[in-house]
């Protein structure tokens, strides 16, 4: 598989989806293409984020610990992205994310987005857009939320 | 600082009076024979070419008679040797033979004097530069914190030089000199009194003038030799410094002073040259005034007939000679009193006040003998600003406990720490070792019963073992080294320790076996948790494998077992190993080409294209266009991703394979390639792009399988056709076969680890050592390892590491004390923590004393000493259980 077919995969990623061509094909060629066996943990609950991975084939498990042990939340496939809030911000990973088969991935790296973020303010532009329309989301969703509260007559 | 030494003509006369005498009396037995051969032309001429007694065709003239002149009571003459009878021509030959025979024997015995001189006055820099290094052997500490060591060195190896030239000609040359101007003088005085007399006055005011004259310029020499030594001292800077300036920016600030210093430099020896030539062509006109007076007066006597053309043309000849022998006294002269400043300059600066004295450095081979208890009394010490380190310390230590000296930074806990290695001096007070004075003992006593390691330990420039064991070489050996060396060492002054003999003192050791002393090495470096670090040195050191033939096959064993795991199903994807038949796409196209190790710069990936016969094959094998269409797909590429960023972004050197400087120029030969096609260069320039190109990691999709074919025959091509002067120059890799030109590591794995497999590198790692800790050839890496070069001062090390290094050495001693001074300052507290147990552990028992830099680990150690501001603020001994927790 080479960088053309990975920056298709990555076009297909919201946060991606509006940015050229070309800087997608920059973003895959800075990027690291890295395997996991079954099994394989991608990271842990708590680490220290610096990476993202778009997972390109395969599927991961997405597990947070409980007093119980780890508890699978969630499962992820091809064309999804995990760990991306690290490459905005500093903040420990929330869960642990386990290869659930053999995994091809695009490791992103938080040093390389940002050197192209840093340039590049057309692609910070797109970032940016991409982040203001999930704000959105997130707060028509809460707004929804506390209708529904209100209309059960909890607050 | 100075207290006076000894003048240069002492120095020279003490060490080389018998040789002076020799070759003086070699010289002064020379001059009769100089003055016959000034003599012989003036018989050739009057006598057999202008006829003075050959009156008759037939008349002859005794040849070699020898008559000593008498007083007239004892018959006036005494007739030594009759002579031979000669007739006029016979009698010119023979003259003009004994002429020739005098030459020849005057020039070897000036041969001999020199070669004489020559020896002795290297005899004499060698003792001289021994003695110099010898001092600062014996220089305090304190001094040797000040000194420069680029300006030592400087006056060591080049500012005493000229004293060995000289030392040769101190006595001889003067008075060979001043022999030979009298006897050319004389010689002129007995031809004709008035122009001996004559050239007597110039030879004189020649004598006193140009001296005088000289003397700024011997000033300006001085100011020259202390500017040089400055700069050699600033370069030494520059070189240290050199990190520290790059990082600061202050390279143009550097630049600046050493343009200022070499100004200075070119004014002093401006008006040098400026002086000199004119004193040397004051000197030459002085010297041309008397022919002009033997000329025009001479010829003036010649003419009157007060003097014959033989004595005019004999004095014209005696005369020049005179003025080489008396240019050259006065250059003896001048060279002598620049030799005597240098002398001065340099011996002043090796005089520094508490030398050590030279007994404390005479080698003992008595066996050891024990320190008894070290007991301070009232010590105060302070540093060099004056700042009190201790201050009114009273203690008393039995060698028998673990000791920690603790208390805030500064307290002077370092100073008693330093105080234990005599690094530095008391001011009051007295430390006793048993009945001893402590600062009295024997370098060989102390250095072989107390240990030190200290935050900062030097470390020379040899291996890892050199260094360890470098403590256990005080003891002089003397053997091996050939008798004539060893007795010219000593003629020279110099000891005769032999520095090829094995020093290593196996008494400490407690045995000779090196596999003993292999253990014990990893035993102390486990200890100071660096055992791991030189594993690794030794998994990337090369091995060579006509030295080790039996390591090499051990290695290649280990290979097999490796390749054997990694078949394993959860490992089959970690390594792309190396197979002649197939393209390795974790390795780059010029690797994949050359496929083998090279330590020869003209054979590494980067440089093949600039490799004939790389060329050659490239051609022969029709690669060219190919690998131009994959540079003009790489540089595309490159534009494409490239082309908006600032020249200096990191991205360029991380990821481009065109630096930002050459874009533009990829980007016209784009365009030529669309239009007007690519020109000569152009192909060449996009065909160097591919070389570096790896498939797994880059990704462009390259690599196709045309491609991967071409490039295959290629590989057999380059080698196949490979030019004998260049086969030499590497290794091909070879199933089965051990490469001398790789790093072991890649000798194990024999492949690449495959890029974009998580966690790949680890991983191999993890198995590389398994298989070699069942292979049991852990000491094998371990010794390639301890091979490892640890650089100028340790530089190639870590600070770390150089810590962890220098507390290593001072373990392998085994030393009655060991004292530990802030020697793990670098390390995390674990590792400190870890550390700090083991060598405990290791020493219950014997003393050591810690200076630690916390006061956390306080509570191991048998006693602890509390610091403030220089005093002993508290001492409590623990007991084991309290020790034991």
């Not at chain 2, 007739?79 to 000669?86: I, N, S």
């Not at chain 2, 400043?341 to 004295?357: A, L, N, R, S």
């Not at chain 2, 030019?723 to 089965?736: D, R, V």
């Amino acid at each position: 598989m080479s960088i053309l077919t990975e920056v298709e995969l990555l076009r297909r990623i919201p946060l991606f989806s509006n940015i050229d061509t070309s800087r997608l094909k920059l973003l895959a060629f800075t990027s690291e293409r890295l395997t996991f066996e079954n099994g394989a943990i991608l990271f842990r609950e708590g680490d220290r984020g610096d990476s993202a991975y778009l997972i390109l084939t395969g599927k991961v498990a997405i597990s947070v610990g409980s007093p119980n042990g780890d508890v699978v939340v969630a499962s992820l496939g091809a064309n999804n992205i995990v760990g991306e809030m690290s490459l905005l911000c500093e903040m420990p990973r929330t869960a642990t994310v386990t290869a659930a088969e053999p995994l091809d991935t695009l490791r992103i790296k938080k040093d390389q987005f940002f050197g192209l973020l840093r340039d590049l303010p057309q692609m910070t532009l797109e970032i940016m857009r991409e982040l203001a329309v999930r704000l959105n989301n997130v707060n028509k969703e809460l707004s929804a939320a506390h209708a529904k509260l209100r209309a059960a007559g909890l607050e | 600082m100075a207290t006076t030494h000894q003048s240069l003509y002492g120095y020279i006369w003490k060490h080389s009076r018998r040789d002076q005498l020799v070759i003086l009396s070699i010289a002064l037995a020379a001059q009769p024979f100089y003055f016959l051969t000034l003599t012989l032309p003036k018989l050739i001429i009057n006598g057999p070419i202008q006829g003075e007694g050959f009156a008759t065709p037939t008349a002859t003239q005794n040849f070699m008679r020898l008559v000593v002149g008498l007083p007239e009571w004892l018959g006036s003459q005494w007739v030594l040797l009759e002579g031979f009878a000669l007739e006029r021509v016979p009698y010119l030959f023979a003259l003009s033979f004994a002429f020739l025979a005098l030459v020849g024997f005057n020039g070897f015995l000036k041969y001999l004097i020199n070669t004489m001189k020559g020896r002795l006055g290297e005899r004499l820099l060698r003792r001289l530069r021994y003695d110099l290094i010898d001092r600062v052997l014996r220089f305090p500490p304190s001094h040797l914190r000040k000194s420069k060591q680029s300006e030592i060195a400087s006056m060591v190896k080049d500012e005493v030089e000229p004293l060995g030239g000289f030392s040769g000609d101190a006595v001889v040359w003067p008075v060979f000199l001043a022999g030979q101007a009298l006897t050319a003088l004389i010689f002129i005085l007995v031809q004709s009194f008035w122009l001996g007399l004559v050239s007597a006055v110039v030879v004189l005011g020649q004598a006193i003038i140009i001296p005088r004259l000289r003397r700024p310029i011997l000033q300006l020499g001085k100011m020259r030799q202390l500017q040089a030594r400055e700069l050699a001292g600033r370069v030494g800077e520059i070189v240290d410094g050199g990190a520290d300036i790059r990082v600061h920016g202050t390279s143009n600030w550097e630049r600046a002073d050493i343009v200022r210093r070499l100004g200075r430099i070119f004014d002093i020896r401006f008006e040098l040259y400026q002086r000199k030539y004119f004193v040397k062509s004051l000197n030459n006109f002085m010297a041309q005034m008397t022919p002009f007076i033997f000329y025009a007066a001479g010829g003036y006597f010649v003419i009157t007939g007060q003097l014959d053309v033989g004595q005019l043309v004999a004095v014209i000849v005696a005369y020049k000679d005179l003025p080489g022998p008396i240019k050259e006294l006065i250059d003896w002269d001048l060279q002598r009193q620049d030799v005597q400043i240098k002398y001065d300059q340099v011996m002043d600066q090796f005089q520094p006040d508490g030398m050590t004295p030279p007994e404390h450095h005479e080698a003992s081979k008595e066996p050891r003998s024990p320190l008894a208890a070290i007991e301070l009394k009232n010590v105060t010490a302070i540093d060099d600003a004056g700042f009190t380190l201790l201050d009114d310390v009273d203690l008393a230590l039995p060698l028998n406990q673990t000791v920690a000296v603790t208390g805030p930074g500064g307290c002077g806990k370092e100073a008693l720490g330093q105080l234990f290695a005599r690094q530095i001096s008391i001011k009051t007070g007295t430390v006793k070792a048993g009945d001893d004075d402590f600062f009295a003992l024997s370098e060989a006593t102390a250095s072989r019963c107390i240990a030190y390691a200290g935050p900062e330990s030097y470390f020379f420039p040899v291996n890892l073992t050199e260094n360890l064991l470098y403590g256990l070489k005080q003891s002089p050996r003397d053997g091996v080294a050939s008798e004539r060396s060893r007795r010219e060492a000593i003629r020279a002054g110099n000891p005769a320790f032999d520095a090829e003999a094995d020093w290593l003192d196996y008494e400490a050791l407690g045995t000779r076996d090196p596999k003993i002393i292999l253990e014990r090495l990893v035993d102390v470096l486990t200890m100071v948790d660096l055992e791991s670090d030189v594993y690794q040195f030794g998994l990337q050191a090369r091995l060579n494998p006509k030295v080790s033939a039996e390591a090499a096959d051990r290695i290649v064993e280990a290979r097999l077992a490796l390749h054997e795991r990694l078949a394993a199903p959860d490992a089959v994807t970690l390594v792309e190993r190396f197979d002649p038949e197939t393209y390795n796409r974790n390795a780059s196209i010029a690797e994949n080409i050359l496929f083998g190790a090279s330590i020869d710069p003209i054979m590494q990936p980067h440089n093949l294209t600039s490799l004939p016969h790389f060329q050659r094959v490239v051609a022969e094998e029709g690669l060219e266009q190919h690998l131009v269409a994959m540079g003009q797909s790489i540089a595309e590429t490159m534009l494409e991703l490239f082309r908006d960023f600032p020249p200096d972004h990191p991205f360029f050197d991380e990821f481009s394979f065109i630096p930002s400087s050459e874009l533009p120029a990829y980007q016209q030969i784009m365009k030529r390639a669309k239009t007007s096609g690519l020109t000569y260069p152009d192909r060449a320039k996009l065909s160097v792009l591919p070389l570096r190109y790896i498939e797994a990691r880059h990704r462009l999709g390259l690599i196709t399988p045309d491609i991967r074919e071409r490039l295959l025959a290629t590989r057999r091509t380059f080698a196949e056709t490979l030019p004998a002067n260049l086969k030499p120059l590497i290794s091909f890799y070879e199933e089965g076969k051990y490469n001398a030109a790789a790093s072991i590591q890649d000798n194990i794995l024999m492949g690449r680890v495959s890029y974009g497999v998580a966690q790949a590198n680890e991983r191999v790692n993890v198995l590389i050592r398994e298989v070699l800790d069942k292979l049991d050839v852990r000491d094998l890496i371990i010794e390639a390892g301890l091979a490892f070069h640890a650089g100028v001062g340790g530089k190639r090390l870590t600070t770390g590491q150089r810590q962890k290094l220098g507390l290593a050495r001072a373990l392998i001693k085994d030393p009655q004390l060991l004292v530990v001074n802030g020697a793990l300052a670098n390390l995390d507290d674990q590792q400190k923590t870890n550390i700090v147990d083991r060598v405990l552990k290791h020493r219950a028992g014997k003393a050591t004393i810690w200076v630690l830099t916390k006061d956390d680990l306080a509570d191991r150690f048998d006693r602890v000493l509390v610091f403030e501001h220089g005093r002993l603020a508290a001492d409590r001994q623990q007991t084991l259980r309290e020790a034991a927790q």
